[in-house]
């Protein structure tokens, strides 16, 4: 058990497009959702954190109005990185909290690596 | 923030051997833990840490942690081909509301198993 996906796995976009990730726990209900990213060769960095029915929280230096997260039900987060850039070209990861349990577990998904053209 | 730092960056050894990666950390934490990752691929948890607690096992793996002076071994006993992976230290930060909270990741230690 314990399942999150992502989706999609990869996606290539041109620069000035806007792109949609979805993250989702398959069988558990999240409380809290949390986007990272990843850079080649770094270790990942947390962007922001959403609780379901609320707005998300964003760490600093992540713009807000660029991530745009929504965590409209307790399975699912969506992550949409507007008018995209080739610097923001990277490997982005989601994990969930479950509603249930121990909160100082998260479940990540498989990521998604964004290349942006 | 508090940010994880482990060394050695990057770790080569014979398979058989065990490999030995540390972590330290600079603020206060609620638990430590400890992910694997192979490359371009998503994480693999491998063990949580409790702030209360000194020392873990799991199977080939240890995790120690020392809370005065900020810091955690991984030992990965009798390693195998398998075991290369980029590992990574991961705190959790002290809860002032409950809940869940997001995670501070280490640099990470790039571990080469030679067959």
């Known amino acids: 058990g314990a399942v999150v996906s992502q989706h999609p796995s990869w996606v290539i976009c041109k620069s000035g497009t806007s792109v949609k990730i979805e993250c989702r726990s398959l069988?558990?209900?999240?409380?809290?959702m949390f986007w990272y990213r990843q850079f080649p060769k770094q270790s990942l960095m947390l962007m922001a954190t959403?609780?379901?029915?609320?707005?998300?929280?964003?760490e600093q230096g992540v713009e807000k109005d660029k991530f745009l997260i929504n965590h409209a039900s307790l399975t699912l987060s969506t992550l949409t990185v507007t008018s995209a850039h080739p610097e923001d070209s990277s490997f982005y990861i989601c994990?969930?909290?479950?509603?249930?349990?121990?909160?100082?577990?998260?479940?990540f998904g498989p990521g998604t690596r964004l290349t942006v053209l | 923030s508090q940010q994880g730092e482990e060394d050695p960056q990057a770790l080569s050894i014979q398979e058989g051997e065990n490999a030995t990666m540390n972590c330290s950390y600079k603020?206060?934490?609620?638990?430590l833990q400890w992910y694997r990752q192979n490359s371009g691929r998503g994480l693999v948890h491998l063990i949580l840490?409790?702030?209360?607690?000194r020392e873990k096992h799991s199977g080939r793996l240890r995790v120690t942690l020392d809370t005065s002076k900020k810091s955690s071994s991984l030992l990965i006993t009798a390693s195998r081909a398998a075991d290369t992976a980029s590992y990574f230290c991961?705190?959790?930060?002290?809860?002032?509301?409950?809940?869940?909270?997001?995670?501070?990741f280490g640099k990470g230690t790039h571990l080469i198993i030679q067959p």
């Open positions: 603020t206060s934490i609620n638990n």
């Open positions: 069988d558990f209900q999240a409380t809290t």
């Open positions: 840490i409790r702030s209360n607690e």
């Open positions: 994990s969930a909290s479950p509603l249930v349990g121990a909160p100082d577990t998260q479940y």
């Open positions: 991961a705190t959790g930060r002290v809860y002032s509301g409950g809940g869940a909270d997001g995670l501070t």
């Open positions: 959403s609780n379901e029915g609320s707005k998300a929280t964003y």
